[in-house]
T-cell receptor, first 111, second 115 residues
């Protein structure tokens, strides 16, 4: 079992729809959770981070964390073609000096 | 600087040669992380530093890989006796703290091609 699991996709949604990206992790001691977006051939850029159970909203993005279920998700509202990218879930284990990344979910937003 | 600067952007080496990659973290960031991404697959954590001190090197293939962060110099990742399987994009990231509650900021990566 991988430490951070994501569905590789591709996930395809029409423009204007809600895209839902999911991630599960195995270490119950994980403390902080990050979503990065990576365009092809580019470096990852931070979209959202969350530490506490519940929802955190930032513009069109909402991160959801459920530590009991070891589950973190990212919702993208009003999806745009420019949102088409690979979304990486990253989990910081205790101490924070090691971050484990999932394999990423490829998202396609169709115009 | 305001960005993580990685050099070179692309490095080509013959199998068995040495490869050395460099990373200058964002000014004021004390923590540096190296990752390996093979063929757009998941990031493999290699090593993390606080200033010049190694904190976690559990991802490093120690027999051929080494890394340093020395004062007043870019950090470096060196691969001795490169193998074809070392071909990947190597990303460096930096953060203000290592508690895990600060996001990491990534450089543009160095694409290493072993022929």
């Amino acid at each position: 079992q991988k430490e951070v699991e994501q569905n590789s996709g591709p996930l395809s949604v029409p423009e204007g729809a809600i895209a839902s990206l999911n991630c599960t992790y195995s270490d119950r001691g994980s403390q902080s959770f990050f979503w990065y977006r990576q365009y092809s051939g580019k470096s990852p850029e931070l979209i959202m981070f969350i530490y506490s159970n519940g929802d955190k909203e930032d513009g069109r993005f909402t991160a959801q964390l459920n530590k009991a279920s070891q589950y973190v998700s990212l919702l993208i509202r009003d999806s745009q073609p420019s949102d088409s990218a690979t979304y990486l879930c990253a989990v910081n284990k205790g101490g924070g000096f090691k971050t484990i990344f999932g394999a990423g979910t490829r998202l396609f937003v169709k115009a | 600087g305001e960005e993580v600067a990685q050099t070179p952007k692309h490095l080509v080496r013959g199998e068995g040669q040495k490869a050395k990659l460099y990373c200058a973290p964002i000014k004021g960031h004390s923590y540096v992380f190296w990752y390996q991404q093979v063929l757009k697959n998941e990031f493999k954590f290699l090593i993390s530093f606080q200033n010049e001190n190694v904190f976690d090197e559990t991802g490093m293939p120690k027999e051929r890989f080494s890394a340093k962060c020395l004062p007043n110099s870019p950090c470096s990742l060196e691969i001795q006796a490169t193998k074809l399987e070392d071909s990947a994009v190597y990303f460096c990231a930096s953060s203000q703290s290592g508690t895990g509650f600060q996001p990491q900021h990534f450089g543009d990566g160095t694409r290493l091609s072993i022929l």
